[in-house]
């Protein structure tokens, strides 16, 4: 049991035997209304999620009570209001900040993401507690403190789907569900899975994360190899499938590359490009990524994610680049030697040990000489 003081105090109040005793934690980097909440998963310690209402607050976590607040570095200021499901989410006003492992606890290790999508331009959250709300889904629920205005889409009740959050999706059991968070011993029946999103929804379009468009892909300078390049993407709502395409402009009006990919990690999806025989060093490619199977089985295609871009490294040491394939391009006969490109300067001289050799041999000539002309100098009588 956790309750949290306010700007006078700047503490949290926590008892560990159902309220009979209370003790209280260090202060709060931020000073404020608090409100606090306890991890349920854990029996047997204590992690205290806080945060106070004032706008440059973040979440902060405390592990050892006796131990400094520590910052969990979320995505927005402000996160008053707090709420989990294993799963925790920030009420920030105009967002909501989400980590799916709070039990990461501070950077650099926790992720976070910010969910805005869908949100009407100027939505304010109600700022307080009680301001964001969650349900088995995960369903989240907040309001638009703005006065109601239908017209303007001011002053609304706004729901989100988290299809990512570990917990009762939907196509899960009750049996295998979670229990509740507020009542872990409960006998109550278990939750209903919710009914399954639209298609909109779960066909969404991904978010591109790597390769991102300033990255330069390694290449092998032995054999002018091309490293491996892993694709990897943010999902908005987990999908049993995808489909890759990589071009060679923009306009994917020369694709090179047409991929499906059932992924292992759904949260995290994830493919490793391993036949490069169409990358070629020095050359920049374009690639995007879409749902074709939705997390229910459904198939389909769904919306394009953003295109990226990616740069394969050129080869400077010497040996030349090869060049995409093109209509008038001859294959090497088998026995033919290539012929290595012209150049005026020996390629010896472009090594280190050779100066480095060059170097010791005029040192040893040097003091040669110098002994000579001591040896060589007339004695005194």
């Not at 299809?163 to 006998?187: E, R, V």
């Not at 394009?304 to 090497?332: C, I, L, R, Y």
Request: net charge negative; aromatic share 10%.
């Amino acid at each position: 049991m956790v309750a949290g003081g306010n700007a006078a105090d700047n503490r949290v109040a926590f008892s560990a035997d159902g309220g009979s005793s209370f003790n209280v934690t260090s202060t709060l980097p931020a000073t404020g209304d608090i409100h606090a909440i306890v991890d349920y998963r854990l029996r047997n310690a204590f992690i205290i999620y806080a945060a106070t209402d004032d706008p440059s607050s973040d979440i902060y976590c405390l592990v050892s009570m006796a131990g400094p607040w520590n910052f969990m570095g979320a995505p927005a200021a402000g996160n008053w209001g707090l709420a989990q499901w294993s799963t925790l989410y920030g009420n920030a006003a105009t967002a909501v900040s989400r980590t799916i492992a709070p039990e990461e606890l501070m950077p650099p290790t926790i992720e976070w993401d910010l969910l805005n999508a869908g949100l009407a331009g100027g939505v304010a959250f109600t700022r307080e507690p009680v301001g964001l709300k969650i349900s088995s889904g995960i369903n989240l629920w907040a309001i638009d403190n703005r006065p109601y205005d239908s017209a303007a889409g001011t002053g609304r009740l706004w729901t989100f789907n988290d299809c990512l959050a570990p917990g009762l999706q939907y196509g899960t059991s009750p049996a295998s569900a979670p229990s509740t968070p507020s009542s872990p011993s409960s006998s109550a029946p278990a939750p209903l899975a919710p009914a399954v999103p639209p298609r909109e929804v779960l066909f969404a379009a991904p978010t591109p994360y790597e390769p991102r468009p300033d990255d330069l892909i390694p290449i092998f300078i032995s054999d002018n190899s091309v490293a491996d390049i892993t694709f990897k993407w943010k999902p908005l709502t987990t999908a049993m499938a995808y489909e890759i395409w990589v071009a060679t402009d923009v306009d994917f009006s020369n694709i090179i590359l047409k991929k499906t990919v059932t992924v292992e990690n759904r949260r995290a999806p994830a493919w490793t490009l391993d036949d490069k025989s169409g990358i070629r060093p020095g050359h920049t490619y374009y690639w995007k990524v879409r749902i074709v199977q939705a997390a229910t089985g459904e198939k389909g295609t769904g919306d394009w994610s953003q295109t990226w871009q990616f740069t394969v490294a050129e080869n400077t040491e010497g040996a030349p680049a090869t060049s995409p394939p093109t209509e008038n391009t001859t294959a090497n006969l088998p026995g033919k030697a290539e012929t290595a490109a012209p150049s005026h300067i020996p390629s010896i001289f472009n090594e280190t040990w050779f100066w480095q050799i060059v170097a010791a041999v005029l040192l040893i000539l040097a003091g040669c000489i110098t002994l000579v002309l001591i040896y060589r100098r007339p004695r005194r009588m």
